[in-house]
């Protein structure tokens, strides 16, 4: 079994909504203040230079978000990025079952139910909050389905179906 990339539909928009804000900043505050100053000779506005570098980061900071937050399912193990710092790690072997929020209130995002105790929020698989709460859009049910089922699979190899209890919701 190979390990399977998801990215939420927020991650998705936070990508492509920091390239179109490059894109935006490069044209509107650094090819028309250019084209305007080649056509007209005038000085061009302060405002125009100023804002390349600020809409220009914007844009880079979050497509940056938008493409490092992401989760990885594997055969035993689930992974996980956020937006700054080492990835993290939860075996199968640790978790006693996987929550996953699918109602308009209350928690956004998937969490492994340690066998310790311990809950282990994945943030980089959440719902997107909408207006009247979270919504749960197609990439993230189907990651969060792909990683309950991933689970189950690891669950009954490792234990193996004649101990009578499968991994679920208590």
Do not use: K
Not at 53 to 60: D, R, S, T
Not at 79 to 93: D, H, I, Q
Not at 106 to 113: F, S
């Amino acid at each position: 079994m190979q390990i399977r990339t998801y990215r939420s539909g927020v991650n998705r928009m936070f990508l492509w909504m920091g390239v179109a804000l490059v894109v935006v900043a490069v044209l509107l505050f650094g090819v028309v203040p250019v084209l305007g100053w080649s056509l007209t000779r005038a000085r061009p506005c302060s405002g125009c230079s100023l804002g390349l570098p600020v809409f220009g980061l914007a844009g880079a900071v979050m497509a940056l978000v938008g493409a490092r937050r992401r989760v990885l399912v594997g055969p035993d193990r689930v992974t996980w990025y956020g937006v700054l710092g080492a990835p993290r790690v939860v075996l199968f072997s640790e978790v006693a079952h996987v929550e996953v929020p699918s109602g308009r209130r209350g928690p956004r995002a998937v969490a492994p139910h340690r066998r310790d105790g311990r809950v282990q929020v994945i943030g980089a698989l959440a719902m997107s909050s909408g207006e009247g709460g979270n919504s749960a859009d197609g990439a993230y049910r189907e990651a969060a389905s792909d990683l309950v089922a991933s689970h189950a699979r690891w669950w009954t190899q490792a234990r193996g179906p004649q101990q009578g209890w499968t991994p679920g919701r208590r």
